[in-house]
Structures are given as structure tokens and as C-alpha cells.
């Protein structure tokens, strides 16, 4: 049998793939690699585009990756693999995004910190929940 | 037999009221489960993400990324993860009161604070609070997707890099099992890469193209990853929480319908009695 590498393949949300294969192909920044079992370790960025693994027998398998990280180290290969597109633009447009619907919530803030008074409140709701109990055990 | 209508027809509304109770209970236990599931399928990329930044903290980068250097604390930030409903019992509220103790002592030290929201009820909280809330993110609904809190880590992350605030904190509940929850807070930024014990040699990656953009890229989605897990828990958290306060109000209705019941028989009875004492006594006196 030929020697095989084990790759796993995980995204975010869900583990995409697990298993052996003889060789794996990955769409890095800096063009295309084919990564053999005991390749020395390596860590790159990946482009989006298709992962290919080898699976030996001339099976192969196919994934669509819209960019992650691609780590080897000589006897396993991890993808890191994206959901969504990433470029530095669109997480900054996000971010933004994120800022202004912080923004509009607050619109009607008042500057300064009041933590005795939010204690004070949290400690009258606790007082309520005590009593609600006190006259369950009552009854 | 005035009383008893009152009574028979509050019998009717608590019942009412169960039935919406043990629904939502049901509804929430089959959310659970799924939040759960979605838990565990997050679990392989958190994994394999932190064990690679743990072979990045053991292995010697020429290039010190911002995010793995410590420096002196005059202003953190906390990212708050909180439900966007309520009806789930004190989960929300043991979360408040430890932020509360936290930023007590973080002002007692003389520390700054600036907050990112991440579910409505923690926006209200520390909009009330008057606390200075940098970005938010709510209504992710049940199956909270990554990208939709990309938008709030990268503002923390900017005003890390800019130095603005000197450390970033992540607080939210953790998944003990369906009758436990626990609010847990950690330290996001500076990274803590949890050194591999296993590595006796120091060996170290080929970079390509170069370290620095290989380290932002992954620390970058090494902390998304992490705030991701911990959203995804605290749906499963509040799943859970919402199911047992629904069981408990469900029981409690249960328990107000017998008293009332109990209580109307013995005013029935008492109406009859009296109608029987009454007609006994109209016979005695013709």
C-alpha cells in the first residue's frame, strides 16, 4: 500500500472531511501546492478554489474552499477552511457595519457609569425572585 | 354562586397559560438539541485551530505578532455574549452580575472599559449601564452564522492594533449540561497559546509567503473561532435554561389549577348546602 497522509479538512460551522490520502492539493497565496506524505511542516494562507485530495486506487474527492489556512506538519494536513470570502475590505466594511448599528442603539446614551445603580436594580429583582420563593414554600 | 364563575374562569386562563408554557418548553428542548449538535460540529475547527497557534507559541516566529505581546492594562475591552430573548430563567442576569463585579474591580484599578455586545438583552443592559458599547451584533436567531459577528471581533481587534485598549476579554456561558450553566469569562487578547508539552525538539513551520501575514490571517480566525464556539454556546445555554424555567412555570400552573379546583368544589358544595338548608327550612315553616 502506498504511504498516505491523514487530512482533515474542518470548517467553522462543521468538520468538512477526515480521512487518508495519498497526496493533497491546496490552492495557497502563492500558487498551487501538492503536498505529499512526510512533507516538511508548512503553514500558508489559501486562496479560494478547489482542494484535491488523492485518495489512492485513482479515487479522488473534490472541495470548493473559499479560502482558510492550510497547515502540515510530515504526517497530517489541516485545513482551515473559511464559510464566507474574506478580504481585508470586506471584514473592514463589516466591522463598520457593526459600529453603526452599535452607534444607533445608543443614540439616546447617557455618558457616565452608574454600576451602584444597575447593582441596586439587580439586587431588587433578586430580592423579588427570594420573596416569590418564600411564598412558594409557604403554600 | 358568583365566586365559583370568577374562579372557573381563571382555572381557564392559567391553563391557558400552561399550554403555552409546556409549548415553548417543547420547543425549546428540540432547539437544544440541535444547538448542541451545531456545538459539537463547531468543536473540530476550534480544536485544530488552537493546537496549531499552541505549535505557533512553542515554535520561534523571527515575527512577534501585536496579538501574543502583553503589555500594561489601562483599557480593556469585553466582548458580552448574551440572549436576544428572554424567558430563560437567571441566565442573562448571573452573567450581568459578574460583568458588574469585573468592571468594579477593573475601576478600582484605575482600567478603562469599552464593551461589544453580542445579543440584544446585553446591548439594553449596558446601554443602561451607560457604558460605552463600540459595536453590537443581535438577532442572530438560532443558528448564528460566523459571519455574522466578523464585523464586531474586527472592530475589538482595530482598536487592539491601534492601542487603544490593551486587552480583550470574552464573557459568556458555558455548557455544563442542561440543569447547569456557567458563566465563564477568559482572556481573548493577548493570546494565551497553551504551549504542546509533547514537542521536545523545536522545529518551525516554512511560512509562505512570509510569517506576519500567515500570524494575522490565523490569529485572526483563531479568535473568530473562539467567539463563534462560545456564541454557539450560549444558544445551547439558553435553549437549556428557557426548558427548565418553561418546566418549572408548566409545574407551577399545574399546582395553581389544583388549588383553585380545590377551592371552587368547597364553594360549590357550600352553595349547595346552603340551598338544601334553605329548603328544609321554607318546608319547616309551612
Not at chain 1, 516538511?40 to 482542494?51: A, H, Q
Not at chain 1, 473559499?66 to 473592514?92: K, M, N, W, Y
Not at chain 2, 386562563?13 to 444547538?35: G, H, L, P
Request: hydrophobic letters at 45%; a neutral charge.
Amino acid at each position: 500500500m502506498a504511504m498516505t497522509i491523514h487530512v482533515d479538512i474542518v470548517s467553522a460551522e462543521e468538520q468538512i472531511f477526515s480521512g487518508l490520502a495519498e497526496m493533497v492539493y491546496a490552492p495557497a497565496v502563492m500558487g498551487e501546492v501538492g503536498i505529499a506524505p512526510r512533507h516538511t511542516p508548512l503553514i500558508s494562507p489559501l486562496k479560494p478554489g478547489e482542494v484535491r485530495l488523492d485518495l489512492g486506487n485513482g479515487k479522488e474527492e473534490f472541495f470548493f474552499i473559499s479560502g482558510g489556512i492550510l497547515e502540515v506538519q510530515p504526517h497530517v494536513v489541516t485545513i482551515l477552511s473559511d464559510t464566507a470570502i474574506r478580504a481585508d475590505d470586506l471584514d473592514e466594511a463589516a466591522a463598520i457595519e457593526a459600529k453603526k448599528r452599535a452607534e444607533a442603539a445608543l443614540a439616546d446614551q447617557h455618558s457616565d457609569i452608574d454600576i451602584a445603580r444597575a447593582r441596586a436594580e439587580i439586587a431588587a429583582a433578586a430580592a423579588q425572585i427570594a420573596a416569590i420563593q418564600k411564598l412558594k414554600i409557604r403554600r | 354562586m358568583a365566586g365559583a364563575k370568577e374562579i372557573r374562569t381563571k382555572i381557564k386562563s392559567v391553563q391557558n397559560t400552561a399550554k403555552i408554557t409546556k409549548a415553548m418548553q417543547m420547543v425549546a428542548a428540540s432547539k437544544m438539541r440541535r444547538a448542541q449538535d451545531r456545538m459539537q460540529a463547531a468543536r473540530p475547527y476550534a480544536e485544530k485551530i488552537r493546537k496549531v497557534v499552541g505549535h505557533l507559541g512553542s515554535s520561534h516566529p523571527e515575527y512577534k505578532h501585536p496579538f501574543l505581546i502583553e503589555r500594561p492594562i489601562r483599557k480593556v475591552g469585553l466582548i458580552a455574549i448574551t440572549t436576544d430573548r428572554g424567558l430563560c430563567g437567571g441566565l442573562n442576569i448571573n452573567l450581568f452580575k459578574k460583568v458588574l463585579n469585573q468592571l468594579d474591580e477593573w475601576d478600582k484599578q484605575g482600567v478603562k472599559f469599552e464593551a461589544v455586545t453580542i445579543g440584544s438583552k446585553g446591548l439594553n443592559f449596558f446601554k443602561r449601564l451607560g457604558m460605552k458599547i463600540i459595536a453590537e451584533a443581535s438577532h442572530l436567531g438560532d443558528r448564528p452564522e460566523i459571519t455574522d459577528i466578523i464585523g464586531s471581533v474586527q472592530v475589538m481587534l482595530k482598536s487592539y492594533e491601534s492601542g487603544d485598549i490593551d486587552a480583550i476579554y470574552l464573557i459568556g456561558n458555558n455548557f455544563v449540561n442542561t440543569m447547569t450553566q456557567q458563566v465563564k469569562m477568559r482572556q481573548l487578547v493577548p493570546v494565551v497559546a497553551s504551549r504542546d508539552e509533547n514537542l521536545k525538539h523545536h522545529w518551525d513551520y516554512i511560512y509562505e509567503p512570509d510569517s506576519k501575514e500567515v500570524l494575522d490571517s490565523l490569529l485572526d480566525r483563531y479568535i473568530e473561532s473562539l467567539v463563534y464556539t462560545a456564541v454557539v454556546e450560549n444558544v445551547a445555554c439558553e435553549m437549556a435554561a428557557r426548558m427548565v424555567a418553561m418546566k418549572s412555570a408548566t409545574d407551577n400552573a399545574g399546582d395553581l389549577i389544583k388549588e383553585l379546583q380545590l377551592i371552587y368544589n368547597k364553594e360549590r358544595q357550600s352553595a349547595i348546602t346552603q340551598e338544601i338548608s334553605e329548603i328544609v327550612g321554607g318546608a319547616a315553616a309551612v
